[in-house]
């Protein structure tokens, strides 16, 4: 089983539209999550990190759910510019502070 | 501008060569990591260094080099004994190596063997 698992996608959504991501992961100990957001060719950005209590940023929201292992994104209103990869990184301890990344979600947003 | 830079961005190599990726940051970071990105996964951790004069293997270490010489350098050197190393190559940095830190990415380079 993988470390961290995401639907690859693509997922191809209309403008306006709502759509949501879940990521899985392994560690019940992992500590900290993030996800980033990566365009075609370029490096990963932070979109958002992830609070226990769950998180907005305008019109992402992301929530964890420890007990079930997984952390999702809600985009809505999804624009042309969402269409990117996203993806879920889990901060690994239990004696290392490894950063392990999910292979991505890819988002086509469609006029 | 506070970032990371690398260079150079796109890079061939003959096989049997080695080269060398340059990676510089001027956040104050004491964490700075390499990954690779191949097309369809993840980031693979190649090298990890937690403060300067220090660094430690990562998952795919086999084949690569580094130093940490300076606080904000962490060059890596793919050597001739990666088998595989067409990829794009991405030069990390954290504020520290304790848990919970945004880890910021450099543009990253395109490695090419030719």
């Known amino acids: ?20 991501f879940n990521c899985t992961y392994s560690n019940s100990a992992s500590q ?17 990190s992830v609070y226990s209590s769950g998180n907005e940023d305008g019109r992402f929201t992301a929530q964890l759910n420890r007990a079930s292992q997984y952390i999702s994104l809600l985009i809505r ?3 042309l510019s969402d269409s990117a990869t996203y993806l879920c990184v889990v901060n690994k301890v239990a004696g290392t502070y490894k950063y392990i990344f999910g292979t991505g979600t890819r988002l086509k947003v469609l006029a | 501008d506070g970032g990371i830079t690398q260079s150079p961005k796109y890079l061939f190599r003959k096989e049997g060569q080695n080269v060398t990726l340059s990676c510089e940051q001027n956040l104050n970071h004491d964490a700075m990591y390499w990954y690779r990105q191949d097309p369809g996964q993840g980031l693979r951790l190649i090298y990890y260094s937690q403060i300067v004069n220090d660094f430690q293997k ?11 010489e300076k606080k904000e350098s962490f060059p890596l050197t793919v050597t001739s004994a990666q088998k595989n190393p067409t990829a794009f190559y991405l030069c990390a940095s954290s504020i520290s190596w304790t848990g ?15």
């Open chain 2, 58 to 68: 990562g998952d795919i270490a086999e084949g690569y080099s580094v130093s940490r």
């Open chain 1, 77 to 79: 209103d999804s624009k």
């Open chain 1, 32 to 48: 900290s999550f993030f996800w980033y957001r990566q365009d075609c060719r370029k490096e990963p950005k932070l979109l958002m």
């Open chain 1, 1 to 20: 089983r993988k470390e961290v698992e995401q639907d690859p996608g693509p997922f191809n959504v209309p403008e306006g539209a709502t759509v949501a």
């Open chain 2, 100 to 114: 919970g830190n945004t880890i910021y990415f450099g543009e990253g380079s395109w490695l090419t063997v030719v």
